[in-house]
């Protein structure tokens, strides 16, 4: 099977510099230094059947790159599972009028009863395929539909009082009508302002104070957020586009930080969107187009991503030196070149 390497090359006005990624005048944002060096990194769909090695290589001219073949060492790259939010009240509205987004009867807004449908089924296949065994980490944008939405699909089951562990969710948690959710058996989760949608103008985007989501979310970490109240939404600026890509890739960039290889990504259409984008440029349209066409509700996607800088602290873990024990072990070819007169008599 082949693995194409996806490179972010090419990007108009989003070139490979270190104030390229500087992330939007958002204090909040300083917990999330960017490295010395800036991070190269790549995004890789992930193959039904797991590689233990995914690498690089780079296309000879004239070459097709969809025929390109790509091979990474296996310690440098993380796999990530890309996941949109639920139907949220403000999909309804917003399809019926989009002038429904300005409207502050959908703060914060929350899942509706179909969007927690969505949230069992997706729920139900994470657990079938074994996807639900390998994450370990899980990162959630702090508003309500994406943290519905997150303990909802990689979270337990049912609460029970007594259970010596708080609940990633309690019961009614935003309107949901929904029982509580354990976090039992379940990876942790870590709320990041990062991967917020658009910030601004939409009610619908801003969030609640994070002492009311510690209450209705017990299990979550909300360490990472600075200000108790969103200082980040404004009512009369809306974040742009290209400022929400610099931010999508300061959020892969942090990433790197983390010592966990599989993460599962709770986050929005719009930063989903922009931040795709970025990748794929250097490879065929097809390709191009599964990694940027926009996410359906609670849809997930799979990809690796592979830092190419050496910056990367992971040391290899299933990798082994060999010669244990130490014996001689010259291959042929080098002995060759080790014994030109030798070689050259045979």
Not at 3 to 31: E, G, R, W
Not at 200 to 206: E, I, Q, R, T
Not at 254 to 270: D, M, N, P, Q, Y
Not at 294 to 321: K, Q, W
Request: charged content about 20%; overall charge negative.
């Amino acid at each position: 099977m082949t693995i194409l390497f996806l490179s972010n090359y090419n990007i108009p006005n989003l070139h490979i510099t270190s104030s390229s990624f500087v992330a939007p005048p958002f204090t909040s944002f300083q917990k999330y230094p960017t490295p010395p060096l800036l991070k190269r990194f790549s995004l890789i769909r992930d193959p039904p059947n797991r590689f233990s090695v995914i690498c690089f290589s780079s296309v000879p001219d004239g070459m097709d790159t969809a025929a390109g073949t790509s091979l990474y060492p296996f310690h440098r790259s993380k796999t990530i599972h890309l996941v949109r939010h639920a139907q949220g009240i403000h999909n309804v509205e917003g399809e019926k009028n989009h002038d429904a987004y300005l409207s502050y009867d959908l703060f914060d807004a929350h899942l509706t009863p179909l969007g927690w449908q969505q949230v069992s089924n997706l729920h139900k296949h994470v657990h079938e395929t074994g996807l639900a065994k390998k994450i370990e980490l899980v990162i959630t944008s702090p508003l309500l539909r994406t943290m519905q939405t997150a303990v909802g699909v990689f979270g337990g089951e049912g609460y029970a009082d007594g259970i010596d562990a708080p609940p990633l969710m309690v019961a009614n948690a935003g309107n949901s009508n929904h029982a509580a959710i354990s976090s039992l058996n379940s990876p942790p989760f870590i709320a990041v302002e990062l991967c917020r949608e658009h910030l601004g103008v939409h009610p619908c985007d801003k969030r609640r104070s994070i002492t009311e989501y510690k209450s209705l979310f017990p299990a979550i970490d909300f360490s990472l957020i600075e200000s108790n109240d969103d200082i980040l939404w404004t009512a009369d600026v809306r974040e742009a586009n290209e400022e929400v890509a610099k931010r999508g890739m300061k959020f892969v960039n942090w990433l790197w930080t983390r010592k966990e290889k599989e993460i599962a990504v709770v986050t929005h259409s719009g930063f989903l969107y922009h931040t795709l984008s970025a990748f794929g440029n250097d490879c065929h349209p097809s390709i191009k187009s599964e990694i940027c066409t926009h996410f359906a509700n609670c849809e997930l996607r799979s990809m690796v991503i592979v830092d190419r800088s050496m910056i990367g602290s992971d040391v290899p873990t299933t990798n082994y030196p060999g010669k244990i024990p130490s014996g001689l072990d010259l291959p042929s070819d080098v002995a060759a070149e080790k014994h030109p007169k030798q070689g050259a008599s045979q």
